[in-house]
């Protein structure tokens, strides 16, 4: 079992950054492929971005290329997800996800394929 809170979310003007944090419980973190989902209010939940066990591998949605970037460091327990150059249309909760992946370079975008998730944290883009 994985239990997984994210912090980092807030209020930021377009063209802003935030760093969000997820922090996991487990003895096995290294187990898991870690993703970022969000959702926007009145739209389905949607892949932002995922990194494989190691680390060494990353996907990221073509809304998030370029702009957000997934890390994590296993000692640590963390996965992060990196947002620059944030634009209205990216206001949403944003949602870490993860699941054990016997593949190696497994990194699913489809919620469905994620077992744990975090409570969310709140990313709002305004002016």
């Known amino acids: 079992q994985v239990q997984l809170v994210e912090s980092g979310g807030g209020l930021v003007q377009p063209g802003g950054s935030l760093r969000l944090s997820c922090a996991a419980s487990?003895?096995?973190?290294?187990?898991?492929?870690m993703g970022w989902f969000r959702q926007a209010r009145g739209k389905e939940r949607e892949f932002v971005a995922a990194?494989?066990?190691?680390?060494?591998?990353?996907v990221t949605s073509d809304s998030a290329k370029g702009r957000f970037t997934i890390s994590r460091g296993n000692a640590q327990n963390l996965v992060w997800l990196q947002l620059n150059n944030l634009k209205p249309e990216d206001t949403a909760v944003y949602y870490c996800?993860?699941?054990?992946?016997?593949?190696?370079?497994?990194?699913?975008?489809?919620?469905?394929?994620?077992?744990?998730w975090g409570q969310g944290t709140q990313v709002t883009v305004s002016s």
């Open positions: 487990g003895r096995t973190f290294a187990s898991y492929v």
């Open positions: 996800a993860a699941d054990r992946q016997v593949i190696e370079g497994g990194m699913p975008a489809n919620p469905i394929d994620y077992t744990y």
């Open positions: 990194i494989n066990r190691s680390g060494g591998a990353t």
